[in-house]
């Protein structure tokens, strides 16, 4: 008895620190007094002037394109790599796979200034660049949602389909993709969270002019804490969220389906 | 299927024309060859079973018969055309898949239709052949139904008329029975016999088990590490058995070491036993293959030797014991009689019952004699 209420306690106490930040942070968005711990009324003015400012809206529109753009190129290469790995026999299956996760756990940082001498050296850093390092970290990440979703499906089902007659595209297209959407979904979304997410690979391959949100955060803070920033990153905290949410979703109902349908 | 031993008048399979051919198929994975220098012909509306233990290579020559491998060494010939490079979908031949692989996200008739809507067959010709299909494999009306909803044995019938409703020369089975019950295998056996009489086309049928070989096939093929071992009817297969590994894959079997005295009489722990067979060297070292079923008990003065019964289990159509002999040899037996244990009984073979096969001197000979015996 004391032990499940001491455990509830303590899940309470995780949460709290976890998302308590996040909470104060929306609520000083709507706070119309400039203090960080006076209340002063409801307001929605900061967002109001969020949005008539031109180097916000700009890099708003940077930030999703970036993040829909390097998800989707990711998801194309990141399915490729993931059927290569998939038919690699086992060794050299461990060596690729150890080699995808490397990126994974290198710390941001490594990998930002490391990228960024490599772009130095052929292209000048510009949205270019952010681009190619956002696909870069980007595609293992979609590694790990589809080859696991790879796995779980009868590989003898495409060459049923090609025994049918079927080209190999044709086999791919209509019998091995319809499985692995739910996986290929999930790996985009993770990519467009992660692309979003991301500041200090950003901020070294980004060129001068270029600015993501949280790289324009960034900047603005350090002239002073304003609380546009504020609405700003609640507004990014949603649309994270949101995508999490698809991810998590369609990573349920794709669950569902491998139950026995009723009839 | 030619082979030495087929001498049964009644196979008129020996009159149609040769469909598929294999020359020469060699295949290695990672170094280890699978199959080495195979040769195989199989006849138009032929019931062929390939049968060996797993790893033989039973399921590489499937698969290279259906386009998924491609032989190291070696051609497949169609019809007398190479089709060794054709990719499967180029191929006059349908599989049925070990596990069914049925596509799981389409329903029954959209399963059937799969390979007709990629021949762009008209709607009306689909919706007949569908029809025709689930009445086939005794499933009518389950078109609007998912693979997911159906049993082992349902999903199997689907996945045989998939295959067959394009009509192919030739259906290759890749152990489609494997993962059903016991009950319902048998079922599927009278089956499938029926389906390839009503379509009166070429059955390549993979299995490792015996009885669903012998059951079914009008040419049995025993593999073993990539070689063909014997090849011929299921009655010469059985009760001629080439060698100690046919004869030991192929039903229970007594083997023996034993000694030719001189032709047509064998010496097995000491003691001489009549048998029919000749031509081996006196002194020979022989394998003595004697069928349990054609061992008889009885009353010790009539034996040609005696035992003591050391075990006895029902099996339901007959007994199996277990005989120490007083010649030092353990007898397995299946009889309709009952013999309780500690039980002292004559034992007799009457001298047909015994087949004599050549010992092996080694691994290697073993091959090589196998595969003088093929060509």
């Not at chain 2, 353990?330 to 007799?348: D, L």
């Amino acid at each position: 008895m004391i032990r499940r209420a001491l455990g509830k306690i303590y899940l309470g106490i995780v949460v709290l620190f976890m998302y308590a930040p996040i909470i104060v942070l929306i609520v000083l968005s709507f706070n119309s007094s400039k203090s960080r711990v006076v209340w002063g009324g409801f307001t929605l003015k900061w967002y109001r002037t969020l949005f008539e400012s031109d180097a916000i809206i700009s890099a708003f529109g940077t930030t999703l394109t970036l993040a829909f753009l390097s998800a989707a190129i990711a998801s194309v290469i990141g399915l490729a790599a993931s059927l290569g790995i998939y038919t690699m026999r086992k060794r050299n299956y461990r060596i690729m796979l150890f080699f995808t996760n490397i990126p994974l756990v290198n710390a941001d940082i490594v990998t930002g200034i490391a990228l960024m001498l490599w772009f130095v050296r052929f292209l000048e850093l510009g949205i270019t660049s952010v681009l190619i390092a956002h696909i870069t970290f980007n595609i293992p990440y979609v590694i790990l949602c589809i080859l696991p979703k790879l796995e779980t499906i009868d590989i003898r089902q495409f060459e049923a389909a090609r025994d049918l007659g079927a080209t190999g595209l044709h086999a791919f297209t209509r019998i091995l993709l319809p499985d692995l959407v739910p996986g290929i979904m999930a790996g985009f979304f993770m990519a467009v969270t992660m692309s979003m997410d991301d500041f200090v690979i950003t901020y070294f391959t980004k060129g001068p002019g270029v600015n993501t949100l949280s790289t324009l955060i960034y900047g603005e803070i350090r002239k002073g804490i304003k609380p546009e920033m504020y609405a700003l990153s609640s507004i990014l905290f949603l649309i994270v969220l949101i995508t999490l949410l698809i991810v998590y979703i369609s990573g349920r109902t794709n669950n569902n389906k491998s139950e026995p349908a009723d009839y | 299927m030619i082979s030495e031993s087929e001498t049964d008048p009644s196979e008129v399979m020996c009159l149609s024309k040769i469909l598929i051919e294999l020359k020469g198929i060699s295949k290695t994975y990672d170094n280890t060859p699978v199959i080495d220098e195979l040769d195989l012909s199989i006849r138009e509306n032929e019931f062929v079973t390939l049968l060996g233990p797993s790893g033989c290579g039973k399921t590489t020559i499937l698969r290279i018969i259906g386009g998924f491998e491609t032989p190291d060494k070696g051609s497949v010939y169609f019809d007398g055309v190479d089709i060794t490079k054709l990719p499967p979908n180029k191929r006059q031949l349908n599989t049925v898949f070990q596990k069914y692989s049925l596509f799981t996200h389409m329903t029954v008739a959209d399963n059937i239709a799969f390979g007709l809507r990629i021949r762009k067959k008209s709607d009306s010709y689909i919706k007949d052949k569908i029809k025709y299909a689930l009445d086939l494999v005794n499933l009518p009306g389950y078109g609007d139904r998912y693979p997911d909803s159906l049993s082992g044995g349902q999903q199997q019938r689907i996945a045989i008329a998939r295959a067959i409703v394009n009509e192919p020369k030739v259906l290759l089975l890749d152990e489609p029975l494997g993962a059903l019950d016991l009950k319902l295998r048998q079922e599927m056996q009278y089956e499938l016999i029926r389906l390839k009489n009503e379509l009166g086309i070429t059955f390549i049928y993979v299995t490792h088990d015996q009885e669903e070989a012998l059951t079914m096939s009008d040419t049995i093929v025993v593999m073993n590490q990539g070689y063909i071992q014997q090849a011929g009817t299921p009655e010469s297969i059985y009760n001629e058995p080439i060698n100690a590994f046919v004869a030991d894959f192929i039903g229970e079997s007594n083997i023996y070491d034993g000694i030719m005295v001189r032709d047509r009489l064998v010496n097995i722990g000491g003691l001489d036993f009549e048998c029919v067979d000749e031509g081996f060297g006196e002194g020979e070292p022989v394998d003595v293959v004697i069928r349990p079923e054609d061992v008889e008990l009885g009353d010790p003065a009539s034996g040609h030797t005696t035992g003591t019964v050391t075990s006895i289990i029902f099996k339901g159509v007959h007994y199996e014991i277990q005989v120490e002999s007083a010649i030092g040899i353990t007898f397995m037996v299946q009889t309709t009689q009952n013999f309780p244990v500690g039980s002292y009984v004559g034992i007799n073979i009457i001298p047909d019952n015994f087949q004599i096969m050549h010992k092996p001197r080694s691994e290697a000979e073993e091959i090589l004699n196998i595969n003088d015996y093929q060509s």
